[in-house]
């Protein structure tokens, strides 16, 4: 039995996120459906994450077992021939069958974009949140700092289906910027792991922050701001 690592990219705007949902499409459904025909049993694709419905991601990271022995480069043709445009297999390599892309994962880097312009082009509607309205950007990028560090987020999670076996929501951020090119802005957020929503409410707190909302810069707001919507989400890479 060989355990296989592969990266991956995909738009996720079609797809109602990665986990497997009954009658729905969702990435790791469409990756388990073609691995289980040419393996001839039943193959389980593992992910870092569950990224939800309308989350991109640049670079996930996903494994899983087969017998078959076609060659690594093969398989990942094979595979990229038989999946939606809209989901690329980029890489593909054999690791120690212990290897598990969620509990083996050191650190993710996630990234919001916001385009700022009075006039959103269609070809970034699909892959941002279009807010033309005044912002302050220094506020901002101060509240994203104050992110960073050991906390408990709590109040920037949504209601999970995992919430009843009663897991911690302190979550280590090693990195929270707010970056501004021209008329872009850029959120992006490192940490140990990432509740449900988590850097769509932290988005969402930010923006809050910018219309002045927010007086305290310097601590965790004990509420969140409105869930920013998934488009403008990207999953950028996953560290092992």
């Known amino acids: 039995m060989r355990r296989i690592r592969i990266r991956l990219a995909y738009d996720g705007g079609a797809f109602h996120g990665w986990q497997v ?10 990756l388990e459906e ?6 001839g049993a039943a193959v389980h694709v593992a992910g870092s994450g569950r990224t939800d419905a309308g989350v991109h991601a640049l670079e996930q990271v996903a494994a899983f077992s087969l017998n078959n022995p076609i060659p690594l480069p093969n398989l990942r043709r094979a595979v990229n021939r038989l999946l939606p445009p809209a989901i690329r297999v980029l890489s593909t390599e054999e690791v120690p069958p212990e290897f ?3 509990f083996d994962a050191k650190a993710k880097l996630y990234e919001y974009r916001i385009v700022r312009s009075e006039v959103c082009s269609p070809f970034e509607w699909p892959y941002a949140l279009h807010h033309p309205f005044p912002l302050d950007e220094e506020r ?7 992110f960073q560090g050991e906390h408990d987020f709590t109040a920037f999670a949504a209601a999970d289906d995992r919430d009843a076996e009663g897991r911690s929501k302190v979550r ?14 850029f959120y992006r957020v490192r940490g140990s792991g990432f509740l449900k929503h988590m850097v769509r409410n ?8 910018g219309r002045g909302n927010i007086a ?6 004990l509420k969140s701001g409105a869930t920013v919507p998934a488009k403008g989400l ?5 560290d092992y």
């Open 140 to 146: 901002m990028a101060r509240m994203a700092r104050v």
């Open 216 to 221: 305290d810069l310097d601590s965790l707001p």
């Open 202 to 209: 932290i988005v969402g707190t930010l923006i809050e922050a």
């Open 234 to 238: 990207f999953l950028v890479k996953v």
């Open 21 to 30: 949902q009954p009658g729905l499409p969702t990435i790791q459904g469409a």
């Open 172 to 185: 280590t951020v090693y990195s929270s910027e707010l970056e501004t090119q021209g008329s872009r802005m």
């Open 34 to 39: 073609i691995l289980t025909e040419m393996e």
């Open 100 to 102: 598990h892309p969620r």
